[in-house]
């Protein structure tokens, strides 16, 4: 909201490039951010706007039948 507000912009006006930009410099964020955009959306303060999903990426340790088995 911040950003938004010291780049003059207000919910209505965020657009996907606004947001993309945002998101750019924030990446740590987005998961945050897709639940404020849910809900300014349900209340018709903000347009239609989708905040990327990071899928889990696959299983980097495994571990040993032995130490499954504990």
Not at 9 to 15: F, H, N, R, V, W
Not at 59 to 65: E, Q, T, V
């Amino acid at each position: 909201m911040a950003w938004l507000d010291f780049n003059s912009i207000t919910l209505a006006d965020l657009s996907q490039e606004f947001l993309d930009v945002w998101l750019t410099s924030n990446p740590t964020t987005a998961r945050c951010l897709s639940a404020v955009i849910r809900w300014a959306f349900a209340r018709r303060t903000a347009g239609k706007v989708a905040v990327p999903t990071k899928r889990p990426g696959l299983p980097s340790r495994f571990i040993h039948s032995d130490e499954l088995n504990q």
